[in-house]
């Protein structure tokens, strides 16, 4: 087409403007993107700017590692090789976990597959797990851990799991094993851990002494169980009695 035809069809002279909107169109994506690069790598493709490559591998690669702590863990069940997941819970536990390359997270999103395996691969209580798991942060997960490693925990005449005692930790030692450097932060998780069912009502951080009264929830020790890729009872896990 020649200068003549284009200024023919262009007779509200709006081409200019046009081509000005696209140029700045593209600065402002690139600036966005390079802003996203900077605040959020390895992720900023995913919201639609750059490196989509190195994103996609950076979740490719976590997915990978909890694909493969899955594995590890099935091929010491029983009949491993002969049981199944839901797809649901699979993909939930691969999309979520990806997103995440923290060892200890991704080790119990591993165990959460691996705990889906069954013989008919229909069941799906995991789905109640991994969308408490989805909720909490790296640290969370270890304070959750270190509190269902080290209360007393009981089988109930019912037939029920729980703990009837609370730990007497101190501030320090919290601190120590959730990797956080701020009390703040400490007692923020602590609260969040309560609200979502994971810890005692009571647990927290008092006003006046250094120790934390704190206690995982029944559903706190599930999870940890099913994290560690345990397919039976807890209450086998735990090798409980009736008190």
């Given at each position: 087409m020649t200068d003549d035809q284009n200024k023919s069809l262009d007779v509200l002279g709006i081409?200019?403007?046009s081509e000005a909107v696209n140029v700045l169109?593209?600065?402002?994506?690139?600036?966005?993107?390079?802003?996203?690069?900077?605040?959020?790598?390895?992720?900023?493709?995913?919201?639609?700017f750059l490196l989509r490559d190195r994103v996609s591998s950076w979740r490719a690669s976590n997915a990978e590692k909890?694909?493969?702590?899955?594995?590890?863990l099935c091929d010491k069940l029983p009949n491993g090789s002969a049981c199944h997941a839901h797809p649901r819970l699979v993909n939930l536990a691969i999309e979520q976990g990806s997103w995440c390359d923290d060892d200890d997270i991704q080790d119990m999103w591993g165990g959460l597959i691996a705990s889906s395996c069954t013989k008919t691969g229909k069941e799906q209580d995991n789905l109640i797990f991994m969308n408490l798991l989805a909720q909490i942060t790296p640290s969370e997960a270890r304070l959750?851990?270190?509190?269902?490693e080290s209360v007393k925990k009981y089988r109930f005449k019912s037939g029920t799991l729980g703990t009837k005692e609370?730990?007497?930790?101190?501030?320090?030692?919290l601190l120590k094993v959730s990797g956080n450097i701020d009390v703040l932060k400490l007692d923020l998780e602590i609260d969040h851990l309560r609200e979502i069912g994971l810890l005692w009502p009571i647990a927290g951080i008092g006003d006046d002494s250094d120790k934390v009264l704190i206690s995982p929830?029944?559903?706190?020790?599930?999870l940890y169980v099913r994290c560690k890729g345990h397919v039976g009872s807890p209450l086998e896990y735990f090798d409980l009695h009736v008190s």
């Open positions: 081409k200019p403007a169109t593209r600065a402002t994506a690139q600036g966005l993107g390079a802003f996203l690069s900077r605040i959020c790598l390895p992720a900023a493709e995913e919201f639609g909890v694909v493969n702590k899955a594995k590890h959750i851990g270190f509190c269902c609370y730990l007497y930790a101190s501030v320090g030692e929830s029944s559903i706190a020790l599930q």
